[in-house]
């Protein structure tokens, strides 16, 4: 089992920066592919961004290529998303996810771990 826990959501203005932050525990972080993914009320959970175990392959959705970065720390089993250029499309809740092989995916369904969730809201 993986608890997975965000943080580092809140308001900003167009075009600022926030970085989000998942600390991962109960299983050897190392050993789990990540991803965060963004939901809006009334809409399918999307992919943003994924990252393998160690670091070397990410993956955007085209929306966020050149704005986000997806990071990770395995020292301290935590997965960062640096997001700059913020846009007011960008608002959503912000969901952590973690699947326990070594390369990542952007189908939902294929990630077994979530968090809580973080809420973003983009003011234009």
């Known amino acids: 089992q993986v608890h997975l826990v965000e943080s580092g959501g809140g308001l900003v203005q167009a075009g600022g920066s926030l970085r989000l932050s998942c600390a991962a525990s109960g299983r050897t972080f190392d050993d789990y592919a990540m991803a965060w993914f963004r939901q809006n009320p009334g809409k399918e959970r999307e992919f943003v961004a994924a990252?393998?175990?160690?670091?070397?392959?990410?993956d955007y959705v085209d929306s966020v290529e050149g704005r986000f970065t997806i990071s990770r720390d395995n020292a301290k089993s935590t997965v960062y998303l640096q997001m700059n250029s913020l846009k007011f499309e960008d608002t959503a809740t912000y969901y952590c996810?973690?699947?326990?092989?070594?390369?990542?995916?952007?189908?939902?369904?294929?990630?077994?771990?979530w968090g809580q969730g973080t809420q973003v809201t983009v003011s234009s």
């Open positions: 996810a973690s699947r326990s092989m070594w390369s990542s995916s952007r189908v939902r369904g294929q990630y077994p771990y």
């Open positions: 990252i393998d175990w160690n670091g070397l392959n990410t």
